[in-house]
């Protein structure tokens, strides 16, 4: 079933802001959705993501700025006069109606009468065609949820808004109801925006992420490139591991930026520095850990020329199933620890062994010292 809309359902906050008394949940911020994309939030608590979603959602009035859902403007209306619905994490379905009342609510309070059509198709979309005449109390969580999905989308908004709707599930079905949910906002083809402090499930679902960090968008990117290449520290931290180590501009050689780090030289692409890097002047670089390869240190000659490299000693290291994470202690950073990952297991590599940690310099990011 696809209940595609024929337009209207991209997103455009122009210059929207939230302030309460002298504290500014939202700074001015522009962001545009397109119709049809899934869209997260993604930010740690208190960074402005739930505030953002609301008034979309008209549940909030912004204190400055504008919001559009295709050409119409909405910023002054309310909430049930907007083409969106909002999914909560307490589904809040109605305990007394059974799951196929629960879906026809919003058809029935508009009057219409000829309701099974619509909601049988609905349950179907969610995978819920059998349950039609339970109750909520008698579906598990996830089920619930889907419910809440499905009465949301038998009104055809134009925009669905999801606010951290997965919160209250446990970790196995909610990896399961991020698939699921993507499924169907493919199925629906409508604009999914969707409010999540959990990156993992931001970047499983979402076509586009915004991180979110007090009260404004750090970086906006599809979730490959925000995790190849963030242009803030905090996006490079809060997206996984980011290994930085303090640098210094040696030189530039073409469009690459040659660093001294650890007394040995590091590699950095002029494109992924979000710095101006003048020579003699400091930079942070990052490598993902699982970019890094691992040699014994008496091994160090076999690494292969062209590769990053810096030195360090082994301190931990931990089997985590597909892989193992080694924390490392090197000169190169001496306050951070690198963690690394090798697919093979390697009994050499040990606590307290001596090792070359080399990776491809195009696989290098780097900031200024100041982190940004
Ligand atoms: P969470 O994941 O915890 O919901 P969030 O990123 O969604 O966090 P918001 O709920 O948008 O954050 O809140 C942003 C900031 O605005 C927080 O510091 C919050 O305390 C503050 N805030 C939100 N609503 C109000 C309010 N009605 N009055 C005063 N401050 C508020």
Redesign the pocket.
Known sequence: MTTTTDGGGDVRLSGIS?T??S?T??HPLDLTVPQGSFFALL????????????MIAGLEEPSAGSVHLGDQEVTHLPPYKRPVNTVFQSYALFPHLDIFENVAFGLRRRGIKSVKKQVEEMLELVQLGEQARKKPHQLSGGQQQRVAVARALINHPKVLLLD?PLGALDLKLRRQMQLELKRIQTEVGITFVH?T?DQEEAMTMADTVAV?NA?RVEQLGAPSDLYENPTTTFVANFLGTSNLIEAEVDTRSGDDIVLKAGGGKLVLPGARCSARAAAGGKVLVGVRPEKISLAHADEAGAVPEGRNRITGRITDSSFIGVSTQYVIDSPACPKVEVYAQNIDRDTRLVPGAEVVLHWNPAHTFGFGADRS
């Open positions: 939230k309460y008394g504290f949940a939202v930010g740690a608590s208190g960074c402005g993501k739930t505030t953002t979603l609301r951290e409010v402090h979110m009260g």
